[in-house]
């Protein structure tokens, strides 16, 4: 409950060494004090390189749906419905430990693609802090957040579909 000062998450890989984790076929809700928000407490949260997140549900969070922070390179997330979150849907970004916002340690090679992110509290799919010129952002149905996209370094979706998802 509230917003504690470390955060949480309903599942997370907050390990900044590891390697390769992955979230498949989760179904995350009701994380946190929602629907106050809470910029720190969120459904899906990965901070490493590598990995997959797939297949998952998540709504109703305080903080983002999926947020990677700190130290993520290389990650797929696909196939996703992210929809009604304090916060925001889907962030990318790193800062903080273990690079403290080094430029040569970005956010990069990250592929958002085929995801549903809907009615979202702030940004639907967003960059922010140190990111990369690799990322990707395509075919992705984005629509109905306070805003539906915030990308960094002059990026662009590609393929993006801008209407209601017909649930």
Known sequence: ??????G?????????????TSFE?????????????????????HAHEGGRIVNNIVFRTSGWGIHLWHAPFDLMIANNLVFNNANGGIVVGAGDSPYYDDPSKPADHIVVVNNIVYDNRSVGIEESGVTGLNNLYLNNLVFGNEQDWGLNNDLTPSGTVTAPPGF
């Open 25 to 45: 076929g989760n179904l995350v809700h009701d994380i946190g004090g929602f629907p106050e928000p809470c910029p720190r407490v969120h459904g899906i949260y």
């Open 8 to 20: 949480g998450a309903g599942v997370e890989a907050a390990e900044y060494t590891a390697v390769d």
């Open 1 to 6: 409950a509230g917003c504690p000062d470390d």
